[in-house]
């Protein structure tokens, strides 16, 4: 059994929208992501999300509404719900979702991640 320490794993990268596995566990992955901007509207149809904020707050725009999470609160985006990160500033966060999961759901493109790596 190895812990893991948040600050040290978002240390070790810089770039956003690229979500890094630091966790498995009954066939779901805890990544780690930073993120700045506007991500892409995007569904996942057979995959539950749980965003928690480790650090900032971003907004979860759905279609209907949009949903601000603070720094320490999560999230969870039900499957088949139309979704978009956006954030204002930085924000990191720790994604806990099965490990078939492609992080732009059904709009596979230039930030699809197939394959996150491992930290």
Same mark, same amino acid.
């Given at each position: 059994m190895d812990k893991v320490n948040l600050a040290a794993k978002f240390a070790l990268f810089a770039d956003y929208w690229h979500p890094r596995i630091v966790g498995e566990l009954n066939g779901q992955q805890v990544k780690l992501v930073k993120f700045q901007g506007e991500f892409i509207w995007h569904t996942h149809d057979a995959e539950d999300e749980l965003f928690l904020v480790a650090r900032g707050r971003f907004r979860m725009d759905?279609?209907?509404? $949009?949903?601000? @999470?603070?720094?320490?609160?999560?999230?969870?985006? $039900?499957?088949? @719900?139309e979704h978009r990160p956006v954030a204002e500033s930085e924000v990191h966060l720790l994604l806990f979702e099965p490990a078939t999961t492609v992080n732009t759901g059904d709009q596979a493109g230039e930030r699809t991640v197939e394959q996150p790596e491992r930290l």
């Amino acid at each position: 059994m190895d812990k893991v320490n948040l600050a040290a794993k978002f240390a070790l990268f810089a770039d956003y929208w690229h979500p890094r596995i630091v966790g498995e566990l009954n066939g779901q992955q805890v990544k780690l992501v930073k993120f700045q901007g506007e991500f892409i509207w995007h569904t996942h149809d057979a995959e539950d999300e749980l965003f928690l904020v480790a650090r900032g707050r971003f907004r979860m725009d759905l279609r209907d509404c $949009p949903i601000w @999470v603070e720094e320490g609160e999560f999230l969870i985006v $039900p499957r088949g @719900v139309e979704h978009r990160p956006v954030a204002e500033s930085e924000v990191h966060l720790l994604l806990f979702e099965p490990a078939t999961t492609v992080n732009t759901g059904d709009q596979a493109g230039e930030r699809t991640v197939e394959q996150p790596e491992r930290l």
